[in-house]
Every structure is written in C-alpha cells, then in structure tokens.
C-alpha cells in the first residue's frame, strides 16, 4: 500500500504520472510530496510507487479579487 494525502491506497507498481492522471490531476499543476522530499517534475514519469511509499499532492489554484 501507497499512502497518498494521508490515504493508504493500493497503487504499488504504477508509476506516478500514471497515477496523476488517474485521479484527475493536471501533472503541470501540482507539486508532488515523495517520500519527504519534493519531486521534480521530469521525475514524475520515471518514478515508480512502491509499498511504503508516502505521497502528498498538492494542487496550485488561481484566485484573488
């Protein structure tokens, strides 16, 4: 099991842009959490989710007045 956003999740084995696009997230728009250290984008395609792992997903969003 993978914990992401706090939620334990069966996702060992997938990729995390796969995983990204899974939920709905748009991968240019957020900051991902890996393990305690921030990812890099390019990293994203190349990073495997494994059992133990701990991902916070943390989308940018536009506002203001």
Same mark, same amino acid.
């Given at each position: 099991m993978v914990t992401i956003n706090g939620e334990a999740q069966a996702k060992d084995g997938?990729?995390?842009?796969?995983?990204?696009?899974a939920a709905g997230y748009d991968s240019r728009a957020v900051a991902v959490e890996y393990n305690g250290a921030i990812l890099a984008?390019?990293?994203y395609e190349t990073t495997e989710l494994r059992a133990g792992?701990? #991902?916070? #997903? #943390?989308?940018?969003m536009g506002g203001g007045v």
């Amino acid at each position: 099991m993978v914990t992401i956003n706090g939620e334990a999740q069966a996702k060992d084995g997938m990729m995390l842009l796969e995983y990204l696009k899974a939920a709905g997230y748009d991968s240019r728009a957020v900051a991902v959490e890996y393990n305690g250290a921030i990812l890099a984008k390019d990293a994203y395609e190349t990073t495997e989710l494994r059992a133990g792992d701990v #991902v916070e #997903v #943390v989308c940018f969003m536009g506002g203001g007045v």
